[in-house]
C-alpha cells in the first residue's frame, strides 16, 4: 500500500538517526517506544479522519449567512477528535493543559496533519498562536478566562492585523480602542483576510487586535494589543452576549477553500468591547514575541502540503504505466514501464524528494533549537541556540514555501493532463499551496528580514553562529567514506555564502541600500540552497557508514544490488544519491546566483514606472 503525507521511514530517520530528542529531564517520558506511538497516533488521526476532509473541504468551502459562517461538516467531526486528542497544546506546560511533548515530536505530527489537510489545520495555527499570546502577555483574569478553554480547543483565535489601507504596512491602521471608566475598550474598526475569523467549529472566538488608542504615537509605536472575543465572557467563564464583531464577508480564494478567510467589522452594530493585552503602545513587540511561530508554521504548512504532493506523485510514477524504457530501442516486443522508469520522471522525483526532505530536516532542527532554548541551563548555549532560531526563521517560513510550490508544481507535472484536473489531489495541493509565500509576511519581507535584521543580529555574530555550525557538520563528516567529495563542495558552497554575506550586509548599511534589497530575495534563495545542502549533506554522513555495513561496501553496483533486496540499504542507498543530486547538479546553479548577487547590476533601481508599460 502506498504511503500517504509523509514517508514514515524518513520521519524516524530524522527524528532518532540525524536530528534526535534534546536529553532534559522534562522530557525523559518521551523515549522511543513514546515518541514512535505518537507519531503513529497522529497519523492515524491524520489519515483517517482529517484527509477525508481535503476534497470535501474544497469544494463546499465556508459558507456566509447573516454574518455567521458555517464551516464545512466533515471539519466538525475531524474537529472533535483533534481537541479530545489533545493535539492542540500537545507540545505546552501540562499546567496549562497541555502534553509537555518535545517540539521535535510535534513537528512530526503536525506533519501529518497538515498534509492531510492544511486548510483545517490553519484553524489550530491561529487557535494556537492567540493562545500563546495570552500566555506570554495575558494577566490573571485574562489568562483564567482565556486560556486553556483556547489550548483545549473550546474556543478558537485569530489575529487580527491586516486593514483594507493596512497590509504589510502595520502602522497604518485605523483600528481605534477608547478606554472606558470600567478599564476595558471600546474597538472600532474593520480588519481584512482573516484566517478562521468566523466559522461555527468552536463556541467562541477571541481575537487579539492591533489598534491604536486616541493620542498614541504614530506608526507601530503607537499600536496596542487588545483580546477582543467574539462573544463576551463573563467573570465565572460563561459566555455573554454578542460582541458585535461581525462577518461582512468571505474571500473567494485560489485555495485554501476550507478556512474561513473573513472580512470583520468591529463595534459598527454596536459596542465591541476589548481588554488590553500587555502594555499600552507594546502591541507590536507583543506580537512579533509570537510571529517565530506563525512563520514556522506557514514554513511546515508548505513542507507538509510538499510532502502529500510528493507522496501521490510517486505513488503515480510507480503505477502509472505509459511508455517504452528509453534503451528497448526497435524491440517489437518490449512492453510498456512506469513512468518512474523514464530519466526525466525521476530528475524531477529527485529534486522532489531533495527538497522534501531538506525541509523535513531543516523544520526538525528548527524545532530541536527550540527545544534545546526552552531547556538549557547555559546562558551562552540558549543564546546563540535563540539567535539561531531567528536566523533559520525567514528560511523556514520564505524558502521552504517558495520551494513547496515548486515541488507540487513537479507533482502536477509528473501526473500530466491528469495533475491538472480536480480528480487528483496534487491539483488542490498546489492551489492551496501559493498561500504559503504571501501571508505571515510575505517571501519579500522575509528576505529583508533576513538582510536587513538577521546579518547584523548581535553584531553580526548570529549569522556567524549560523555558518560555523554548518562547518561543523562539514568537519564531521569530511572523512566519512562515500561523503568526502561532497563535504569538499559543500564547505565551498558555505565559504562562499559566509563571503557574499559579509558583502550584501555592508552594501545594506551604505550609499547602495538600495541595490541591497533589491537582491534580497536572490539573497534569500541562496541561503536557502546552502542550507538544504547542509542538511542532506548531514543525512547522507549519517546513512553513509549504515550503508556500508550493510552492503559490506559503498560501490554503487555492490549497493544497487543489495538495495534491491534490503530495504534499509535502499533508504540509506536513497539517503547518499538524493544528497549527490542536490549537491552535484542543483547547487553549482547557486553560484550563478551568487555572482549575480556580486556583480549588483543596477537595473532594478535604474527602470523607471513607464519603462514597465504604458499605463
Known amino acids: 500500500m502506498a504511503q500517504l503525507i509523509a514517508d514514515r521511514r524518513d520521519v524516524d530517520f530524522v527524528l532518532h538517526e540525524q536530528i534526535g530528542q534534546v536529553d532534559h529531564e522534562i522530557f525523559a517520558e518521551f523515549n522511543k ?4 506511538l505518537i507519531v503513529s497516533e497522529a497519523r492515524n488521526l491524520a489519515i483517517k479522519e482529517i484527509l477525508p476532509t481535503f476534497k470535501e473541504g474544497d469544494e463546499q468551502g465556508c459558507i456566509l449567512e447573516k454574518g455567521k459562517v458555517t464551516a464545512p461538516e466533515s471539519f466538525k467531526r475531524a474537529w472533535r477528535l483533534f481537541c479530545e486528542g489533545e493535539w492542540l497544546a500537545m507540545c505546552d506546560d501540562p499546567e496549562v493543559g497541555g502534553q509537555g511533548m518535545p517540539k521535535t515530536v510535534g513537528t512530526a505530527a503536525l506533519e501529518y496533519m497538515v498534509g492531510a489537510n492544511s486548510a483545517f489545520m490553519l484553524y489550530y495555527g491561529m487557535t494556537h498562536g492567540a493562545a500563546k499570546l495570552v500566555e506570554a502577555f495575558g494577566d490573571e483574569t485574562q489568562k483564567r478566562l482565556y486560556m486553556k478553554k483556547m489550548f483545549a480547543g473550546v474556543w478558537g483565535g485569530t489575529m487580527l492585523l491586516t486593514e483594507p489601507e493596512a497590509g504589510s504596512d502595520v502602522g497604518a491602521l485605523t483600528t481605534t480602542a477608547e478606554k472606558n471608566p470600567d478599564g476595558t ?9 482573516i484566517s478562521a475569523g468566523e466559522h461555527d467549529l468552536c463556541d467562541n472566538i477571541i481575537h487579539p487586535v492591533l489598534a491604536r488608542i486616541p493620542g498614541a504615537p504614530a506608526g507601530t509605536r503607537g499600536i496596542s494589543l487588545f483580546l477582543v472575543p467574539k462573544y463576551r465572557v463573563n467573570d465565572d467563564g460563561s459566555l455573554g452576549e454578542f460582541n458585535n464583531v461581525v462577518c461582512t464577508g468571505l474571500e473567494k480564494k485560489m485555495g485554501i477553500h476550507g478556512n474561513a478567510t473573513a472580512s470583520l467589522s468591529l463595534g459598527d452594530k454596536g459596542p465591541c468591547i476589548g481588554t488590553l493585552l500587555g502594555q499600552e503602545n507594546k502591541g507590536m513587540p507583543a506580537m512579533f514575541k509570537m510571529m517565530n511561530e506563525a512563520r514556522a508554521f506557514v514554513g511546515l504548512q508548505g513542507f507538509a502540503v510538499a510532502s502529500a504532493s510528493y507522496m501521490y506523485a510517486l ?8 511508455g ?28 522532489m524528494k531533495a527538497c522534501t526532505e531538506g525541509m523535513r530536516s531543516l523544520h526538525y532542527y528548527y524545532a530541536w533549537c527550540n527545544d534545546v532554548v526552552h531547556t538549557t541551563d547555559d546562558a551562552q548555549v540558549k543564546a546563540d541556540t535563540a539567535a539561531m532560531v531567528e536566523v533559520l526563521t525567514p528560511i523556514v517560513k520564505g524558502y521552504v514555501t517558495d520551494k513547496a510550490l515548486e515541488v507540487c508544481s513537479h507533482g502536477v507535472q509528473i501526473y500530466g493532463g491528469y495533475g491538472y484536473i480536480s480528480e487528483y489531489p496534487v491539483e488542490q495541493l498546489m492551489r492551496d499551496a501559493r498561500i504559503f509565500m504571501i501571508y505571515e509576511g510575505t517571501n519579500g519581507i522575509q528576505a529583508m528580514d533576513l538582510l536587513g535584521r538577521k546579518l547584523s543580529m548581535n553584531g553580526g555574530k548570529a549569522f556567524q553562529y549560523f555558518i560555523d555550525r554548518m562547518k561543523q557538520t562539514i568537519e564531521q563528516f569530511k572523512d566519512t567514506e562515500g561523503v568526502q567529495d561532497l563535504s569538499t563542495k559543500v564547505s565551498h558552497a558555505v565559504s562562499r555564502l ?43 554522513g549519517v546513512a553513509a557508514p549504515k550503508l556500508a555495513k550493510k552492503t559490506g561496501t559503498l560501490d554503487r553496483n555492490a549497493v544497487a544490488r543489495t538495495a534491491g533486496k534490503n530495504k534499509d540499504a535502499a533508504f540509506y542507498a536513497g539517503q547518499m544519491e538524493t544528497a549527490r543530486f542536490f549537491i552535484h547538479t542543483l547547487l553549482p546553479a547557486t553560484y550563478g546566483k551568487m555572482d549575480a548577487i556580486l ?17
Not at 517506544?33 to 514512535?36: A, E, G, P, R, S
Not at 524491440?331 to 524531477?348: C, G, M, S, W, Y
Not at 556583480?599 to 499605463?615: M, R
Open 324 to 351: 517504452r524504457h528509453l534503451t528497448a530501442g526497435k524491440d517489437p516486443e518490449a512492453k510498456n514501464v512506469p513512468i518512474i522508469q523514464h530519466p526525466d520522471v525521476k530528475r524531477q522525483l529527485l529534486n
Open 185 to 193: 475598550y471600546s474597538i472600532k474598526g474593520a480588519k481584512i483576510f
Open 315 to 322: 505513488d503515480y510514477a510507480r503505477t502509472r504505466i505509459q
Open 498 to 540: 559566509e563571503a557574499l554575506a559579509k558583502e550584501i550586509g555592508a552594501r545594506s548599511r551604505s550609499e547602495k541600500v538600495l541595490n541591497a534589497y533589491a537582491f534580497a530575495h536572490p539573497f534569500l534563495e541562496v541561503t536557502g540552497d546552502v542550507t538544504f545542502a547542509w542538511m542532506l549533506l548531514w543525512r547522507a
Open 599 to 615: 556583480d549588483g547590476d543596477p537595473c532594478v533601481e535604474h527602470i523607471q514606472d513607464l519603462s514597465f508599460g504604458s499605463k
Open 33 to 36: 517506544k513514546t515518541v514512535d
